[in-house]
């Protein structure tokens, strides 16, 4: 049976007395490492370099210490916050033997005050305070982030990158819109295909020739646009070739299956496969929670109202999930 994840709190026993706590601090330059030692009164705190080997010897030196002290270490649970250094790190672990769990950034309560002071040192004090009440099963102090593995995360590549670029595309195609507008000249659609053959034509209201640098712009422009068009295409047939060649096999088989819904297209569906449908989600509340689809209620005293929709999720979720159900 599936395992749903339930990653709000931990089910596991916590036993200080055998158990290695320490959080790390991730930054481009430098971690921070902080840990509980059982048997050792101090709470060692270490900046090693970007090097998880030395973030290894490490943890085997303060185990070291531990026996030394008396104490019998039977578990070392290890974490991080989610950041831009993903979840190789927490996968380079695991493969060693070592509980590694990844905080949702978003999941970590920190104070309200305009100017709090804010420090390595004060965010490793914080990481271990939450992640103590998390490893203690106790709900609100943090959540976890599933550690997904090297296959699935590149899986979500294709659909996040053709959400980058029909971004790109939409704000080229408004950028040279606007240029146009500037000019006096409406009525133009520089994003169609012919456009470019088109462009030289152009006159402005004064019955003038567009501007030679402001023409030159927007053939920069196009230009840009028909590479960012074809990229496009050809993620978008690389999915097709990859559904033709193995329909049935893995996730291949759902997509096929939701491509069938009207309004829901391979693109659709293959988003929703990979982002929503591949987890092992604890109910539809979380569903609808990752897909932002929660409501935001405003309830103080008398006052009760609801604000709409919560929309923390990722957007393309939400969206794709709308598409699913309307």
Known sequence: MTQVDDLSRSLAVLDQNTSLIVVVELSEASWLVAGLVPGVDRQPLKKLAPDPDALLRLLERWQAEAVKAGQTIGRIALAYEAGRDGFWLARWLQARSIEVHVIHSTSVAVSREHSRAKTDRLDTAMLMRVFLGWLRGERGHCGMVAIPTLEAEDAKRPSRERESLVAERTRIANRMKSTLARLGIRGFKPELRRAPQRLAALRTPEDLPMPPNTLDE?????????????????????????????????????????????????????????????????????????????????????????????????????????????
Do not use: F, H, W
Request: charged share 30%.
């Open 218 to 326: 927007i053939r920069r422009d196009m230009a840009q646009l028909a590479v960012v068009r074809g990229q496009i295409e050809e993620i978008e047939q690389a999915r097709l070739e990859r559904l033709e060649q193995a329909p049935d096999e893995g996730p291949n088989a759902m997509v096929r299956l939701l491509a069938r819904i009207v309004g829901v297209g391979v693109e659709t569906a293959d988003m929703l496969v990979q982002e929503v449908l591949s987890r092992n989600l604890r109910d539809r509340r979380a569903v609808a929670r990752y897909a932002g689809l929660t409501g935001a209620p405003d309830e103080s005293g008398s006052k009760k109202r609801e604000k709409g929709l919560a929309k923390s999720g990722r957007l393309l979720s939400g969206s794709g999930v709308l598409a699913l159900i309307i």
